[in-house]
């Protein structure tokens, strides 16, 4: 029988995952130069609308249908064939409202990735490759962990996430910033984000929606939801705070910047461990989560040099990283009798199991991405020009411009034309630089 009050909170859940997305356009729409803010929102929102239709047609049937070998979930719910409004097995909620649910996870998975590679990729390519990356590389990881898979098999835990979106998508946008190669100038003209209250207001809704995303893997109002919306708080609260005080030892000035990184860091550290670990468990998992992430970009990254253009490994990636396994180490069944004692409690097969799903879900993401990459990139160029680049993406993908008045930052080109920028964009589009190879 359906339990209204668990519907009505998974349902929410369902919305407020919803709003992670435009979230994360504003987030990463922010932190580009001003020439390449609409591309880079419209990633994220065209993402949203794709995978959207892709999930109801193939996604949610290859995740959660009848498991084939632990590999795949048969075909036998394509198009939602048989999905209605009856109560799912063992649970208390349609099954529709899962579907629903789970929906908003696999969009803004990979909007995840782009922060990786923005500024420099065609948005031909792009949709034809991140379509791809769902349907092959996100679809079969969620139902190794969630939909009965091998891992589940093995014992795997993530509440809601942390394998199978941070890592990833992390790992995966990795991969391909690594196989675009750097943007123009990098290393050597400041790229710096041209709107940070955009960045701030889109962090923000993240965080916000970021409750219905733990909290409502619960998938009950009930005292595990109680118990995740807890963690969630503490674990980003104790991760800004981490990254904040680091980088104000390390350079003298705490930023904004920092903060809204910082807490994106816990959010994405404590997504697997949320329904399983208690709040002074995510307090130091966010702390840990905080500090590890800040070394990673404001270190790793400038020690190995890839430019990886707005984090999403060394947050996603590492943050997810770090979340998996935290989980083998502070995960208990005093707080989710559905789950397993971690470390921390003397035993080890959580812990070997977590550590097993972390290079799984890297083995995937590095493999899968690249030779997605390599086939999309055999018949549509991935990677922008260079005088396209230069020109900015906004004009030069989609003729539009994010400001209508003032010189584009970013681009000393434009800003000596100014309202002549459209002209430029013309005379790039019309010197060859086609999509197609």
């Given at each position: 029988?359906?339990?209204?009050?668990?519907?009505?909170?998974?349902?929410?859940?369902?919305?407020?995952?919803?709003?992670?997305?435009?979230?994360?356009?504003?987030?990463?729409?922010?932190?580009?130069?001003?020439?390449?803010?609409?591309?880079?929102?419209?990633?994220?929102?065209?993402?949203?609308?794709?995978?959207?239709?892709?999930?109801?047609?193939?996604?949610?049937?290859?995740?959660?249908?009848?498991?084939?070998?632990?590999?795949?979930?048969?075909?036998?719910?394509?198009?939602?064939?048989?999905?209605?409004?009856?109560?799912?097995?063992?649970?208390?909620?349609?099954?529709?409202?899962?579907?629903?649910?789970q929906c908003m996870f696999a969009a803004l998975t990979p909007a995840l990735i782009t922060g990786a590679f923005a500024e420099r990729m065609r948005f031909a390519a792009f949709s034809c490759f991140i379509l791809l990356w769902a349907i092959l590389i996100y679809n079969p990881m969620a139902?190794?962990?969630?939909?009965?898979?091998?891992?589940?098999?093995?014992?795997?835990?993530?509440?809601?996430?942390?394998?199978?979106?941070?890592?990833?998508?992390?790992?995966?946008?990795?991969?391909?910033?690594?196989?675009?190669?750097?943007?123009?100038g990098y290393g050597r003209t400041a790229m710096l984000p041209h709107n940070l209250p955009m960045s701030v207001l889109g962090a923000a809704l993240l965080w916000f929606g970021w409750f219905g995303f733990n909290a409502g893997s619960a998938l009950g109002a009930g005292e595990l939801a109680?118990?995740?919306?807890?963690?969630?708080?503490?674990?980003?609260?104790?991760?800004?705070?981490?990254?904040?005080?680091?980088?104000?030892?390390?350079n003298g000035k705490p930023t904004i910047l920092g903060a809204i990184s910082g807490c994106v860091a816990g959010l994405v550290a404590i997504t697997p461990a949320a329904g399983f670990v208690g709040p002074l468990a995510s307090v130091f998992i966010g702390l840990i989560g905080g500090a590890?992430?800040?070394?990673?970009?404001?270190?790793?990254?400038?020690?190995?040099?890839?430019?990886?253009?707005?984090?999403?490994?060394?947050?996603?990636?590492?943050?997810?990283?770090?979340?998996?396994?935290?989980?083998?180490?502070?995960?208990?069944?005093?707080?989710?009798?559905?789950?397993?004692?971690?470390?921390?409690?003397?035993?080890?097969?959580?812990?070997?199991?977590?550590?097993?799903?972390?290079?799984?879900?890297?083995?995937?993401?590095?493999?899968?991405?690249?030779?997605?990459?390599?086939?999309?990139?055999?018949?549509?160029?991935?990677?922008?020009?260079?005088?396209?680049?230069?020109?900015?993406?906004?004009?030069?993908?989609?003729?539009?411009?994010?400001?209508?008045?003032?010189?584009?930052?970013?681009?000393?080109?434009?800003?000596?034309?100014?309202?002549?920028?459209?002209?430029?964009?013309?005379?790039?589009?019309?010197?060859?630089?086609?999509?197609?190879?």
């Amino acid at each position: 029988m359906v339990n209204t009050g668990d519907t009505a909170w998974v349902l929410i859940s369902a919305a407020l995952v919803f709003i992670m997305t435009p979230g994360l356009a504003l987030f990463y729409g922010g932190m580009v130069r001003s020439k390449n803010v609409l591309t880079t929102i419209m990633q994220s929102m065209f993402v949203l609308g794709l995978i959207s239709v892709e999930w109801i047609i193939l996604g949610y049937a290859m995740t959660f249908g009848t498991d084939v070998n632990g590999f795949i979930g048969s075909l036998d719910k394509v198009g939602l064939a048989g999905v209605g409004l009856q109560v799912m097995e063992g649970g208390t909620i349609p099954e529709l409202a899962f579907v629903a649910f789970q929906c908003m996870f696999a969009a803004l998975t990979p909007a995840l990735i782009t922060g990786a590679f923005a500024e420099r990729m065609r948005f031909a390519a792009f949709s034809c490759f991140i379509l791809l990356w769902a349907i092959l590389i996100y679809n079969p990881m969620a139902h190794w962990v969630w939909g009965g898979g091998f891992l589940a098999e093995l014992g795997a835990l993530d509440f809601a996430g942390g394998l199978v979106i941070h890592i990833l998508s992390g790992v995966s946008g990795l991969t391909i910033c690594l196989l675009l190669g750097k943007r123009h100038g990098y290393g050597r003209t400041a790229m710096l984000p041209h709107n940070l209250p955009m960045s701030v207001l889109g962090a923000a809704l993240l965080w916000f929606g970021w409750f219905g995303f733990n909290a409502g893997s619960a998938l009950g109002a009930g005292e595990l939801a109680a118990n995740a919306f807890v963690t969630t708080q503490a674990a980003a609260s104790a991760a800004l705070v981490a990254w904040v005080l680091l980088e104000w030892k390390v350079n003298g000035k705490p930023t904004i910047l920092g903060a809204i990184s910082g807490c994106v860091a816990g959010l994405v550290a404590i997504t697997p461990a949320a329904g399983f670990v208690g709040p002074l468990a995510s307090v130091f998992i966010g702390l840990i989560g905080g500090a590890i992430c800040y070394g990673s970009v404001a270190f790793l990254k400038q020690k190995l040099g890839y430019d990886d253009s707005l984090d999403a490994f060394g947050i996603h990636g590492i943050g997810g990283t770090w979340g998996s396994i935290a989980t083998g180490i502070f995960a208990t069944t005093a707080v989710n009798p559905a789950g397993a004692n971690g470390l921390i409690y003397g035993e080890t097969h959580l812990f070997t199991a977590q550590v097993i799903s972390t290079v799984v879900a890297y083995a995937l993401g590095i493999c899968g991405s690249y030779v997605l990459y390599k086939l999309v990139d055999s018949f549509l160029s991935m990677r922008v020009g260079e005088a396209e680049e230069i020109a900015g993406l906004d004009l030069v993908e989609h003729g539009e411009r994010g400001y209508a008045t003032g010189a584009l930052s970013g681009s000393p080109i434009l800003g000596a034309l100014g309202n002549s920028s459209e002209m430029l964009a013309r005379t790039v589009m019309a010197s060859g630089h086609s999509t197609v190879k």
